[in-house]
Nanobody, 126 residues
Framework: QVQLVESGGGSVQSGGSLNLSCVTL????????MAWFRQAPGKEREGVAA???????TYAESVKSRFIISQGNAKNTMSLQMNSLKAEDTAMYYC????????????????????WGQGTQVTVSP
């Protein structure tokens, strides 16, 4: 079973930047989707960005041109570089993973993912 550990959250002023990291521990299938989700208090969990084992990426419209998802050379680490942060980006951010046996694109839909990290808090002050 895959274990995911996030880090890098914190507090920042509007317009600032943060970099989140997710480390994958344990065995993972060679074809996979990795993604970032976020959940603000009183709101549903929403997809932020996803990346597959080939490096193809998907972004939510709300973060395009501001956030960049990437993975390390060893592919057991994934990062989310968040720039031009806004107050509405405030949320708990979660790393998630799932196998991708069919090779299809990675949708950033929570129900598609079975492995989740514990989350890291991001707070952006106006």
């Amino acid at each position: 079973q895959v274990q995911l550990v996030e880090s890098g959250g914190g507090s920042v002023q509007s317009g600032g930047s943060l970099n989140l990291s997710c480390v994958t521990l344990g065995y993972r299938e060679p074809t996979y989707c990795m993604a970032w989700f976020r959940q603000a208090p009183g709101k549903e969990r929403e997809g932020v960005a996803a990346i597959d084992n080939n490096g193809r990426t998907t972004y939510a419209e709300s973060v395009k041109s501001r956030f960049i998802i990437s993975q390390g050379n060893a592919k057991n680490t994934m990062s989310l570089q968040m720039n031009s942060l806004k107050a509405e980006d405030t949320a708990m951010y979660y790393c998630a993973s799932r196998p991708r046996p069919s090779g299809g694109p990675c949708r950033i839909i929570p129900g598609d993912f079975g492995d989740w990290g514990q989350g890291t808090q991001v707070t952006v002050s106006p």
